[in-house]
């Protein structure tokens, strides 16, 4: 089973101080990773259902915001995480707007928290999850597997042997 954007979130307030400040109707969405993206020329790079984290580090100011969440939308991306601190001090009131009008979770972490711990936990998870929906396809296929030759062989199903 995918794991939602609010399935990852559980605890995240609590443990990362990690908090959506946008975009609550887009928190269904389906996770399938999570990137650090720090360049607005380079959104193209993900595959879609990311959840992208940046600190703002290779920007100036917060104009560039705004037209990198279109971007990271446009291109697939589930949300943004914007690590605020020294590069991004607060979020643009028309990003706010903006993520909340395209149901894109707008997420904020505090510069106190390394970003590495909550996306390996993130990841961790992601993993885990996959590997589960994993055995449990392989388990369906194994007995569908074994239910297909038991039928066609109506002597395993009946558990009798015809007469000669």
């Given at each position: 089973m995918a794991l939602t954007l609010s399935q990852l979130c559980v605890n995240v307030e609590k443990t990362y101080q990690m908090k959506l400040v946008a975009g609550e109707d887009g928190m269904d969405n389906v996770v399938r990773w999570v990137h650090i993206i720090e360049d607005v020329e380079?959104?193209?790079?993900?595959?879609?259902?990311?959840?992208?984290f940046t600190t703002g580090i290779a920007q100036r100011g917060v104009n560039w915001?705004?037209?990198?969440?279109?971007?990271?939308?446009?291109?697939?991306?589930?949300g943004l995480v914007i690590n605020l601190g020294p590069y991004i001090e607060k979020v643009p009131q028309?990003?706010?707007?903006?993520?909340?009008s395209h149901a894109f979770p707008l997420l904020v972490l505090p510069w106190s928290v390394h970003i590495i711990d909550v996306?390996?936990?993130?990841?961790?998870?992601?993993?885990q999850s996959e590997k589960h929906e994993r055995s449990i396809a392989s388990a369906f296929s194994t007995w569908a597997a074994f239910a297909s030759i038991n039928c066609l062989?109506?002597?395993?199903?009946?558990?009798?042997s015809?007469?000669?």
């Open positions: 380079v959104s193209h790079f993900i595959n879609g259902q990311e959840l992208v915001l705004l037209p990198y969440a279109e971007q990271l939308l446009s291109h697939g991306a589930v028309q990003l706010i707007v903006w993520c909340n996306t390996y936990d993130f990841c961790h998870r992601i993993i062989n109506p002597h395993l199903v009946y558990s009798f015809p007469m000669a």
